[in-house]
């Protein structure tokens, strides 16, 4: 299913005019309707104008199906339309009619495939200053949209939706296994195609479901000058939502590249909608279709619904739907799902944009990313990291507690600051804790669980066998708790308190340090790499805290010994190892210096990878050294002591000149040599 876009690029502060239609109630849709070119749907929300403009009026006869009783091909056609236009108009709200012109045409269609719709907004406006507080400047809005946050009409009776079906469905070559079907309910079989269906799903693309960016290119909407020549590119509100998941930014920020744009458009699941109206209400519905942030398997809150992005890009449908991963079907997917009279969560994708629903919207908190937390959710805190909580829906004046796992206020640990709370961690002390925010705003409130868990530091993310005693941490909970760590497999590191072996460590009294526990550990005997988990827990008092897919690699000891070129120890001399990301990821040290005796010996990771060593003496001469399993013990030689460096002895004689040595000394330092050291 394609969506095809017009739209009139107009920069410019408008007048907000108001008018009425005119148009003749229409019957309920299951009722008879005459051969009429145009009546309004009057729904609880809004008033929809529905312009028959062609194929409507076929007299051929048919039967009553499915809850449409229609006597002709046109009249079933025409109380589809009203099916569909009831469903958007008991929804979406609108002081002024939302009128739509719809046609039958030869859409484009072979025996295989065939394009059932199109449609769109019949124009998008964008302001310089934006004309009201819910009207962002400089973006692009459906024509619609801007009515019904305005509450004016701005092009007098002028169609805001055009719309266009395809009219050879079913004919030979275009699906000819394929026809429509008129019925309210879903189609009997698949090679019927429910037309209220795909009506309701391209008005929906007309209220503003749909980009306007390109996504071959990944360039914004292009606007124009008043005498139509090119002068730039705007956002449009749809698009605002649009979330790069590589990229971690919204397709309207102003890092986010043309390019980037370009490649979430074609990256198969790594588009997602940032709107939190969406994302809240998609939390236990969506079972496919998602970006899971938890890991858990299940859409919660702080997961994120995916959009269509297939590669390669498939224009009218690529960024403007739904994934077709989706699972219960969604009505905007690409494709048909056969839903007839349920927005979804499509509804609430026109709450992100700016549309007033029945029902109304619900309030949520938001942190950075695409996610959001719906009433009655959890928010883990991440360590060391103030929580930024913006609350949408809910008014300025809203009032918040918080409390923790007793019920005590402990307001003092965050700040607000209109819509955003902020919630730090404490430079020292106890933090840990399960917490309750409450926010108030008159009748509503919203209650949030956030979990702020024990803080782990290891003094190596990764465990080494043979290498010196590792560290961990516990901090942030109370003096005195106790904690346990757990091992799977059992017993693979070797815990200790002070010189105990024990699996039980006591938090101290010191609150500057966020009263600590300590366990020692040693990796027991390992010839290969192996991967554990760790759990720390304190009975119920905090959540366990825990460490997956630790890894534990054997450990080698290597020996560098410097030398000068009499074989005489080099004190001193710098040794830089290579690879300092993955050194990072185990915390080990990658700089040495050599020892009165010219060694350096440290311990490095059996983990399959070639490590450089950069040895620098005190007078910057450089040597290069492999180090693996094969070359654990190397000599390396320079050429000068730094003794004749830094004496140099002047010859008695020479009548004024430099004696030969020092010319050769300084042509070497004016030539330094890298090379590769044979091993030996």
């Known amino acids: 299913m394609v969506v095809r876009f017009t739209l009139l690029v107009l920069l410019s502060t408008a007048f907000f005019v108001s008018v009425s239609s005119h148009a003749a109630t229409c019957p309920a849709s299951t009722e008879n309707i005459s051969n009429v070119t145009q009546c309004t749907v009057e729904g609880s929300a809004s008033n929809i104008q529905l312009n028959f403009l062609s194929g409507f009026n076929s007299i051929s006869s ?34 002024t009619p939302i009128i739509v012109d719809a046609s039958f045409s030869a859409l484009e269609c072979d025996a295989n495939s065939a394009v059932l719709g ?56 275009c699906l000819s296994n394929s026809m429509w079907y008129y019925g309210f309910d879903t189609p009997p079989s698949n090679q019927y195609i429910s037309f209220t ?17 390109n996504p071959l290119t990944g360039e914004k909407a292009m606007i124009g000058d008043e005498s139509g020549n090119f002068a730039g590119y705007l956002d449009d509100i ?14 309207s920020d102003p890092l986010m590249s043309d390019t980037g744009r ?19 209400q998609a939390v236990g519905v969506l079972a496919d279709g998602f970006i899971d942030n938890d890991g858990d398997s299940t859409f919660s809150a702080g997961d994120c619904a995916l959009m269509y992005t297939p590669n390669p890009v498939e224009s009218g449908s690529s960024i403007s739907h739904f994934t077709d991963d989706a699972y219960p079907n969604e009505l905007m997917e690409p494709r048909d799902t056969g839903d007839t009279d349920n927005l979804g969560l499509a509804l609430y994708l026109l709450q992100d944009i700016g549309w007033e629903t029945q029902p109304s919207a619900s309030s949520y908190l938001k942190t950075t990313g695409c996610g959001a937390y719906p009433d009655e959710s959890t928010i883990t805190q991440s360590n060391s990291e103030t929580l930024d909580l913006v609350v949408e829906g809910l008014s300025n004046e809203f009032t918040y507690e918080l409390q923790d ?10 700040t607000k600051n209109g819509q955003t709370i902020n919630i730090p961690y404490p430079d020292s002390g106890e933090f840990a804790g399960e917490y309750t925010l409450t926010l108030t705003d008159g009748a509503e409130t919203i209650s949030i669980n956030i979990i702020r868990p024990l803080r782990l530091v290891w003094s190596a993310t990764n465990f080494m066998d043979n290498h010196d005693v590792q560290t961990l941490t516990i901090e942030g909970g109370a003096a005195g708790t106790q904690y346990t760590i757990e091992q799977s497999p059992v017993q693979s590191l070797a815990v200790f308190v002070e010189n105990t072996e024990t699996q039980t460590a006591t938090a101290k009294a010191d609150s500057l340090r966020f009263n600590p526990a300590i366990f020692k550990i040693e990796s027991s005997n390992h010839t290969e790499i192996e991967t554990l988990k760790l759990t720390v827990s304190s009975s119920d008092k905090y959540p366990a805290a825990k460490l997956e897919n630790a890894s534990i690699y054997p450990s080698r000891e ?19 190892l290579s690879d300092s990301a993955f050194f990072e990821k185990l915390n080990l040290e990658t700089n040495y210096t050599s020892d009165q005796d010219g060694n350096v010996n440290f311990y490095l990771p059996d983990s399959g990878r070639n490590v450089i060593a950069t040895i620098i003496s005190r007078n910057s001469e450089t040597r290069l050294a492999t180090l693996n399993p094969s070359f654990t013990d190397q000599t390396i030689y320079f050429e000068a002591s730094r003794s004749q460096i830094e004496s140099p002895a002047f010859g008695s004689s020479g009548g004024g000149s430099l004696p030969m040595w020092l010319l050769i000394l300084f042509g070497f330092l004016g030539l330094p040599k890298l090379r590769y050291l044979s091993q030996p």
């Not at 009506?199 to 980009?211: D, I, K, N, P, R």
């Not at 749809?238 to 397709?251: D, V």
């Not at 588009?271 to 939190?276: D, K, N, Q, R």
């Not at 020996?559 to 009499?566: G, K």
């Open 62 to 95: 048919t039967s009553s199906q499915g809850g449409n009783n229609g006597t002709t091909v046109g009249e079933q056609r025409r109380l589809a339309f009203i099916k569909a236009a009831e469903t958007l108009a008991d929804q979406i709200v609108s002081a």
């Open 118 to 173: 199109s449609a769109g907004a019949t124009t998008h406006q964008a302001f310089n200053g934006s004309p009201h507080p819910k009207i962002l400047a400089d973006t692009f809005y459906p024509i619609s949209l801007i009515n019904s946050i305005a509450q004016f009409d701005i092009a007098e009776e002028v169609a805001d939706i055009e719309a266009d079906f395809n009219q050879n469905l079913g004919n030979s070559n």
């Open 197 to 213: 269906s795909v009506l309701t799903h391209e008005m929906t693309h007309g209220l503003g479901f749909a980009s306007l960016a």
């Open 238 to 251: 749809f698009s605002t939502f649009l979330y790069s998941i590589t990229n971690n930014r919204t397709w």
């Open 262 to 280: 370009r490649t979430s458009a074609k990256s198969y699941n790594g588009l997602a909608w940032s709107g939190g109206h969406v994302n809240s």
């Open 405 to 414: 796992k007793n019920g005590d206020p402990v307001e003092t640990i965050l």
């Open 558 to 576: 290597y020996s560098l010994h410097i030398r000068d070129s009499e074989n005489k120890p080099l004190s001193g001399v710098s040794v830089r």
